[in-house]
């Protein structure tokens, strides 16, 4: 699977949407309708407004944020039956917490 130039993939079983600035995702199972989104909405005490603006990598089926905080990474990966959300913490710098908000839609 390839993401195209608006960071979307149609050729599974379901819909994937990135939003790239805002940290998050959308997924829409074509079956069933139902639409779920995950979005980045603190790092500690910051909001994600005040979150560094990170360049984005993409690749064939994966997009990745490098250094959106001191600590964490995060990658959006797409699989044939599901989608990968990946939170990469060092372990080594000072722990912090990481709050996100999840919506399910049913149709």
Same mark, same amino acid.
């Given at each position: 699977?390839?993401? #195209? ?5 149609? +050729? @599974?079983?379901? =819909?994937?949407? $990135?939003?790239? =600035? &805002?940290?998050?995702?959308? $997924? ?5 309708? +139902? *639409? %779920?989104?995950l979005?980045?909405? +603190?790092?500690?005490?910051q909001d994600?407004?005040?979150? &560094?603006?990170? @360049? $984005?990598? $993409? %690749?064939?089926?994966?997009i ?5 905080a001191? #600590?964490? #990474? /995060? @990658? *959006?990966? @797409?699989?044939?039956?599901?989608? &990968?959300? #990946?939170?990469? *913490?060092? /372990?080594?710098?000072? %722990?912090? +917490? ?10």
């Amino acid at each position: 699977m390839t993401f #195209d130039e608006n960071n979307r993939i149609t +050729q @599974a079983p379901y =819909e994937l949407t $990135v939003d790239t =600035e &805002n940290y998050s995702i959308t $997924v829409k199972d074509k079956m069933t309708g +139902q *639409v %779920s989104t995950l979005k980045l909405i +603190q790092i500690g005490d910051q909001d994600i407004t005040d979150i &560094n603006t990170t @360049a $984005v990598k $993409v %690749s064939k089926g994966k997009i990745r944020w490098d250094d959106v905080a001191t #600590d964490l #990474d /995060l @990658a *959006v990966t @797409a699989k044939n039956m599901r989608v &990968n959300f #990946d939170w990469i *913490v060092n /372990l080594l710098k000072k %722990s912090k +917490q990481y709050c996100h908000q999840f919506l399910t839609i049913l149709p």
